[in-house]
């Protein structure tokens, strides 16, 4: 990171970090002085705020490492079987988000591609993750593999609150969050879709989105097949 930049992010993760530990001390020092004066009800509702603003920081912390990691030189490109991996997080979704159905299409003789798998079930826990959470519960979050123009094509398709033309520009820069509804109502830290253009990009993919407000957006990742013979019989086929 270039000396400007890096003291730009330390001012924004200081920033960041600023609001849920003052809040965190504040409602300690509430309940440590005035702890007889306190409802039961009022207790729970500061312990609650207090987690809540730790598990928040936690987030921050483990994004924030993310990112330092993406500059290390540390990925293992292997053969992947993408479908195979996309149904191995699909389970975790289904338990955090149980309001929710998700569904999939996936290739049935989709190649493999080179990656790091870890990177590739970061990428779509990110985007995953994002469709359920800016998205009315009871709506579809669909995952689909497919190959085009030689390449391989995923996406993930919501029915969720979509995104302002005005703010596509703002969708991949660290630290920025958009307005609508389920913003203000939702964890996060505007850092994941960095990480994931960043991790898509290492690995030589794109990344990019569709999207209409109030009614969804598909984010595509696309990457290229694990060699050049495979590309070739897949393209003769499809
Ligand atoms: N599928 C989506 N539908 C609507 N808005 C989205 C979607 N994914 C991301 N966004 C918007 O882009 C912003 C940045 O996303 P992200 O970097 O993952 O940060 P976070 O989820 O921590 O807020 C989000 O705050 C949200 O406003
Ligand atoms: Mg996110």
Redesign the pocket.
Same mark, same amino acid.
């Given at each position: 990171m270039k000396n400007s930049v890096q003291e730009e992010f330390i001012a924004t993760v200081s920033h960041e970090m600023r609001t849920p530990l003052t809040s965190i001390r504040g409602f300690s020092q509430t309940l440590l002085s005035s702890w007889d004066k306190i409802s039961d009800d009022d207790k729970k509702k500061f312990i609650k705020i207090i987690e809540d603003q730790s598990q928040r920081l936690i987030h921050l912390v483990e994004n924030i490492l993310s990112v330092s990691k993406l500059k290390a030189e540390n990925q293992v490109l292997k053969e992947v079987d993408i479908n195979n991996s996309i149904k191995k997080i699909i389970p975790l979704f289904t338990q955090q988000y149980k309001n929710y159905n998700f569904k999939t299409e996936l290739y049935l003789s989709l190649p493999p591609a080179r990656l790091d798998e870890d990177k590739f079930q970061q990428i779509m826990t =990110?985007l995953i993750d =994002?469709?359920a959470? !800016?998205s009315p519960s009871g709506s579809t979050v669909k995952i689909s593999t497919k190959i085009q123009q030689n390449k391989i094509l995923i996406s993930v398709q919501?029915e $969720?609150? $979509?995104?302002k033309k005005e703010d596509f520009e703002k969708?991949f820069k660290k630290f920025?969050? #958009?307005e =609508?509804h389920l +913003?203000s109502k939702t964890q $996060? =830290?505007?850092? $994941? #879709? !960095?990480i994931t253009k960043e991790l898509t990009e290492k690995m030589g993919g794109t990344i990019y989105f569709e999207s209409e407000e109030g009614k969804g +957006?598909t984010f595509f990742v696309s990457f290229p097949f694990y060699n050049a013979e495979v590309a070739v019989k897949c393209s003769q086929q499809s």
């Open positions: =990110n =994002n469709a959470k !800016y919501d $969720g609150v $979509g995104i969708v920025s969050r #958009l =609508n +913003t $996060g =830290n505007g850092l $994941g #879709l !960095y +957006t």
